[in-house]
């Protein structure tokens, strides 16, 4: 199995091996490094696309400490390190933004550009999180009930998205307790929003229209803030985790995307 030994963690990952430039992907919450399945299949014969499970996700062994998005900028830094690549386009979805952008802050010089999806700089809407505490504390004391497990999918993938029950059986899986963990990693982030001027790198955004988690204004807020973003991508019908149902305009903005930086 493909683990590194990465700051007391030992990081799931895997690596499609192919010969163009690196791209690496972060996950969002509750996910793991298959939601970018579809990404790999589109670009690792050609470029080589590196998907990682986050402390406390998927198949990564994570050690009970509490956490913050820029100790995963650093297990991000480790990896690129034990798999020998210096530079790279990193990104990712939701939380696998907020990383990244945490990545491009502190090792500028490793960023050759960002893919953004679905995420922000700021910190949660403090109207929803009383609903995401509600349904954090009754994860971790009676497990992902399928009320719970469906409201959790409908905000992360869509309402009655055919995705969604892979997805449900992978939570259902999971110690229950570990959610209080990666939940207050999300609810205790800083906002970095008035840092994301000093990011010089190339960057992607891209955001689906009916993101109910982080809704649209935040994403051009985003594109706004990061000198060198280029123009904001929409997808149509698409919700949270556009790149998983919406895969096509996704691929396609991450096509034109790496093509242009991998010209520079």
């Known amino acids: 199995m493909p683990y590194a030994e990465i700051n007391g963690q030992r990081i799931y990952h895997e690596d499609s091996g192919g010969p163009g430039l690196p791209l690496v992907l972060a996950h969002g919450l509750l996910m793991d490094h298959e939601m970018f399945a579809p990404q790999v299949a589109a670009f690792g014969s050609e ?8 402390r406390g996700h998927g198949l990564t062994e994570t050690t009970p400490d ?3 998005y820029w100790d995963s900028a650093e297990d991000l830094r480790g990896l690129l390190d034990a ?5 790279a386009v990193v990104g990712g979805m939701s939380q696998g933004g907020f990383l990244s952008l945490r990545f491009a802050l502190r090792y500028p010089e490793r960023a050759i550009g960002l893919v953004l999806l679905d995420t922000q700089s700021g910190l949660e809407d403090p109207e929803k999180l009383p609903q995401y505490e509600m349904m954090t504390d009754v994860w971790a004391t009676d497990g992902p009930s399928d009320v719970i497990a469906d409201a959790a999918a409908a905000i992360i993938i869509g ?3 055919p995705e969604s029950a892979a997805w449900i059986a992978k939570w259902k899986a999971r110690p229950k307790e570990s959610v209080r963990q ?3 990693t999300l609810v205790t982030r800083d906002d970095i929003t008035a840092r994301i001027g000093e990011i010089a790198a190339p960057a992607l955004v891209v955001h689906g229209e009916e993101d109910l988690a982080i809704e649209t204004p935040l994403a ?10 280029r123009p904001l991508v929409l997808v149509p019908g698409a919700g949270h985790a556009a790149n998983l149902t919406h895969p096509e305009p996704v691929n396609a903005a991450i096509a034109g995307f790496l093509k242009e930086v991998g010209s520079d």
């Open 47 to 54: 470029y080589r696309v590196v998907t990682w499970d986050e």
């Open 66 to 68: 509490d956490f913050s």
């Open 83 to 87: 798999l020998d690549i210096e530079r």
């Open 159 to 161: 309402p009655n998205r």
């Open 182 to 184: 990666i939940f207050g």
């Open 220 to 229: 051009e807020a985003l594109a706004a803030g990061l000198p060198n973003a």
